[in-house]
């Protein structure tokens, strides 16, 4: 696999959970950004119901917003 630029430095799928301890995501949602939030956060977040599989996200390594399924781990 390659590694994706939404993702710090790391091909995503390959890497373990523990890897992910840096790094930091954004969120919008009602035409405002809210952020930054670790992987663990938004964990959290999506267990509580309070994020969805498709919010719009972005991490702090750069690239463009994504949907939160598209992340490992959540």
């Keep these: 696999m390659t590694a994706d630029s939404r993702y710090p430095d790391q091909a995503h799928s390959a890497q373990p959970e523990s890897d992910w301890g840096g790094a930091q995501f954004y969120l919008y949602g009602t035409g405002q950004e809210f952020g930054p939030y670790t992987l663990k956060d938004l964990q959290v977040m999506a267990a509580g ?19 939160a399924k598209e992340i490992p781990w959540l």
């Design 49 to 67: 119901g309070q994020l969805k599989a498709n919010a719009r996200v972005h991490s702090t390594s750069g690239g463009g917003w994504f949907p």
